[in-house]
T-cell receptor, first 114, second 116 residues
Framework: EAGVAQSPRYKIIEKRQSVAFWCNPI?????LYWYQQILGQGPKLLIQ????????DSQLPKDRFSAERLKGVDSTLKIQPAKLEDSAVYLC????????????FGPGTRLTVL | AQTVTQSQPEMSVQEAETVTLSCTYD???????LFWYKQPPSRQMILVIR??????QNATENRFSVNFQKAAKSFSLKISDSQLGDAAMYFC?????????????FGTGTRLKVLA
């Protein structure tokens, strides 16, 4: 069974530029999560999708971050414009559905904003 | 609001020895899930072990076991016969089964070094 796929693995941009991350969850998983993990901290949930609907985006900085999961499968997270404090690892995870206790993580994208 | 605290930023263990990583949490709920995740330098979070709060028996997965103390709100991870491949960041996480969003809350992590 293929795991959660993410791309790119690394990205370096200048502040005020835009960037996009892509995630393809495990086949058949209805729930998809995007996390932000700042160095030295645990992952923080940015947004949670159930199929193509948003369940929780309470911690997503909506003035600069956006995410979509149009067909209920893969998802894109965008930052526009990026700030220095957005430097972090962005992790995507998926689970069978919202009630499933286990989530499976992708390898993450390390973003550096200069 | 629920919180998860890992008070050990870094731990070291000699290869083949045993080490215990600590985690405490705060919640007013009676039923929930607790997890330990491993994050090696490759960054991919890997589930190590899971505990359901309603189960009194401590979870065990091969060399990994937990000491779940519900009244004390403590959830420690014991790694026996430590191997070089165990070196990684370890995160404790909490999840409520009843929350509308089923949000996971992670601790700040413990870096485990395994000495040859």
């Amino acid at each position: 069974e293929a795991g959660v796929a993410q791309s790119p693995r690394y990205k370096i941009i200048e502040k005020r530029q835009s960037v996009a991350f892509w995630c393809n969850p495990i086949s058949g998983h209805a729930t998809l999560y995007w996390y932000q993990q700042i160095l030295g901290q645990g992952p923080k949930l940015l947004i949670q999708f159930q199929n193509n609907g948003v369940v929780d985006d309470s911690q997503l900085p909506k003035d600069r971050f956006s995410a979509e999961r149009l067909k209920g499968v893969d998802s894109t997270l965008k930052i526009q414009p990026a700030k220095l404090e957005d430097s972090a690892v962005y992790l995507c995870a998926s689970s069978l559905d919202r009630t499933s206790p286990e989530q499976f993580f992708g390898p993450g994208t390390r973003l550096t904003v200069l | 609001a629920q919180t998860v605290t890992q008070s050990q930023p870094e731990m070291s263990v000699q290869e083949a020895e045993t080490v215990t990583l600590s985690c405490t949490y705060d919640t007013s709920e009676s039923d929930y899930y607790l997890f330990w995740y491993k994050q090696p330098p490759s960054r991919q979070m890997i589930l190590v072990i899971r505990q359901e709060a309603y189960k009194q028996q401590n979870a065990t997965e091969n060399r990994f076991s937990v000491n779940f103390q519900k009244a004390a709100k403590s959830f420690s991870l014991k790694i026996s016969d430590s191997q070089l491949g165990d070196a990684a960041m370890y995160f404790c996480a909490y999840r409520s089964p009843y929350s509308g969003t089923y949000k996971y809350i992670f601790g700040t992590g413990t870096r485990l070094k395994v000495l040859a």
